[in-house]
C-alpha cells in the first residue's frame, strides 16, 4: 500500500478505537445527536459500521459501475446495548483494516468522486468515521479532539468531492454562480515555504463549480479558522457565529453556499 493508503489506512483504524472506547464507556444508545438530527447513539453507530461494512464490500469487488443496491450482511448484535454495538463496531473496523491490507490503493473502480481509485473510499470511509466518532463525543457532552492535519485532508475530501455530490445530494447543484470566489483558509496548518495557513479557493461559475488556484489574491468571502473548525463548519457541525472564525466579504454568498453544500 502506498503511503497515502497507509496513512488513511492507519487513521481509520484509530478513529474506529477512539468511537469503540466511548460505546465501551457504557453509553446510552438513546441519547440524541445533535450533529444528525433525528438520529440517536444507536443510528449514528449503526451507520458508522454499515459503512465500513458497505465500503469494504466495495472495494473487495472492485466495482467498475455504480452499484444498484447497498445491500450487505450486516450481522447487527442481538443486544442494543453499547457493550454489544461496541464488539460490532470494532468487528467492522477490523473488517475494514483486512480489506485495505488486501486491496491496491492505486486499483482503478467506480467511486462517485474526483478519485477513481480504491484509494477514494479508504479516504472517504476515514473521514465518515472522524466525523461521526466527533459526533458521537459531542453527543455525550464530551470535548471532541481533531488531529490538526487529519482535519485538513478532511477538508481537503470534502471539496475537492462536493461537485460531484449531485446524485445524491441534488441541491449541491444550486451552488453554481457568475464566478463568485470563497477562500477557506486554515490559520494553523502553514503552506510549507509560504508562511501562511493552508488555502481552498472555490470558484462558482455557471457550468461547474470547484477549486481554483489558490493563488488567486482577490475573492468575494473568506473563512479563517482552525483546521479543525473549518472540518466541522464545512459539515455543518459548527456554525459561523461561533466565534471560532475570521468572516469577511459577501455574506449573501456564504449563506448560499452553507445552503446548499450539505451532503
Given at each position: 500500500m502506498t503511503a497515502f493508503g497507509e496513512a488513511h489506512a492507519g487513521a481509520v483504524a484509530a478513529?474506529?478505537?477512539?468511537?469503540?472506547?466511548?460505546?465501551?464507556?457504557?453509553?446510552?444508545?438513546?441519547?440524541?445527536?445533535?450533529?444528525?438530527?433525528?438520529?440517536?447513539?444507536?443510528?449514528?453507530?449503526?451507520?458508522?459500521?454499515?459503512?465500513?461494512?458497505?465500503?469494504?464490500?466495495l472495494l473487495r469487488t472492485n466495482v467498475q459501475e455504480a452499484p444498484t443496491t447497498r445491500a450487505v450482511d450486516l450481522d447487527l448484535p442481538e443486544r442494543e446495548d453499547s457493550y454489544a454495538y461496541a464488539a460490532w463496531l470494532a468487528a467492522g473496523a477490523d473488517l475494514a483494516a483486512r480489506t485495505f491490507a488486501e486491496v491496491d490503493p492505486d486499483a482503478t473502480m467506480w467511486t462517485w468522486g474526483a478519485d477513481p481509485h480504491a484509494r477514494f473510499w479508504v479516504r472517504r470511509m476515514l473521514h465518515e468515521t472522524l466525523v461521526h466518532r466527533v459526533d458521537a463525543e459531542a453527543a455525550l457532552g464530551l470535548r471532541p479532539v481533531i488531529d490538526p492535519a487529519l482535519a485538513a485532508d478532511g477538508v481537503d475530501e470534502f471539496l475537492?468531492?462536493?461537485?460531484?455530490?449531485?446524485?445524491?445530494?441534488?441541491?449541491?447543484?444550486?451552488?453554481?454562480?457568475?464566478?463568485?470566489?470563497?477562500?477557506?483558509?486554515?490559520?494553523?496548518?502553514?503552506?510549507?515555504g509560504r508562511g501562511r495557513g493552508r488555502d481552498w479557493v472555490v470558484r462558482l461559475s455557471a457550468d461547474r463549480?470547484?477549486?481554483?488556484?489558490?493563488?488567486?489574491?482577490?475573492?468575494?468571502?473568506?473563512?479563517?479558522?482552525?483546521?479543525?473548525?473549518?472540518?466541522?463548519?464545512?459539515?455543518?457541525?459548527?456554525?459561523?457565529?461561533?466565534?471560532?472564525?475570521?468572516?469577511?466579504?459577501?455574506?449573501?454568498?456564504?449563506?448560499?453556499?452553507?445552503?446548499h453544500s450539505a451532503f
Open positions: 478513529e474506529s478505537r477512539r468511537f469503540v472506547a466511548i460505546l465501551e464507556e457504557g453509553a446510552d444508545l438513546s441519547t440524541p445527536v445533535p450533529g444528525c438530527p433525528g438520529w440517536t447513539l444507536l443510528d449514528l453507530v449503526r451507520h458508522t459500521g454499515s459503512v465500513h461494512r458497505w465500503f469494504s464490500v475537492v468531492n462536493l461537485p460531484f455530490a449531485t446524485p445524491f445530494a441534488p441541491g449541491v447543484a444550486r451552488l453554481r454562480g457568475q464566478g463568485e470566489t470563497i477562500r477557506f483558509r486554515a490559520t494553523d496548518q502553514q503552506e510549507q463549480f470547484g477549486l481554483v488556484d489558490r493563488e488567486q489574491q482577490s475573492v468575494d468571502a473568506s473563512v479563517h479558522g482552525s483546521a479543525a473548525d473549518l472540518l466541522l463548519l464545512l459539515y455543518g457541525r459548527l456554525g459561523r457565529d461561533s466565534g471560532a472564525f475570521e468572516v469577511a466579504g459577501d455574506t449573501g454568498l456564504l449563506d448560499r453556499w452553507f445552503a
